[in-house]
Nanobody, 126 residues
Framework: QLQLVESGGGLVQPGGSLRLSCAAS????????ISWFRQAPGKEREGLSCISSSGTRTNYADSVKGRFTISRDNAENAVYLEMNSLKPEDTAVYYCAAGAPCLTTIHTRPSEYEYWGQGTQVTVSS
């Protein structure tokens, strides 16, 4: 079964940090650029960051630039999203997706992606 699996979500206090992981099952992530999205209740899905298949290109949404860092370890077949200085407004379900390129922008149309994970909940609250 070909799928992406996110992990690492949880409850964190404002100002805290979390590291999300995106792993592939049944295929190799190395050939894909990976993007991270999030969706809060009542809001549209937001593209946060992407990384090229080689890891040489990254892009960030303004809302997370300077606080979130995307990286990948192709040997581990995984992509990570390091989230620092978390705010209550970062509360959402976080998803990774594979299939769209990561060149100069984050592709946001779901139809451009071949694979999506099931999401992991991040809650920022005191």
């Amino acid at each position: 079964q070909l799928q992406l699996v996110e992990s690492g979500g949880g409850l964190v206090q404002p100002g805290g940090s979390l590291r999300l992981s995106c792993a592939a099952s049944g295929f190799t992530l190395n050939n894909y650029a990976i993007s991270w999205f999030r969706q809060a209740p009542g809001k549209e899905r937001e593209g946060l960051s992407c990384i090229s298949s080689s890891g040489t290109r990254t892009n960030y949404a303004d809302s997370v630039k300077g606080r979130f860092t995307i990286s990948r370890d192709n040997a581990e077949n995984a992509v990570y999203l390091e989230m620092n200085s978390l705010k209550p407004e970062d509360t959402a379900v976080y998803y990774c997706a594979a299939g769209a390129p990561c060149l100069t922008t984050i592709h946001t149309r779901p139809s451009e992606y071949e694979y999506w994970g099931q999401g992991t909940q991040v809650t920022v609250s005191s």
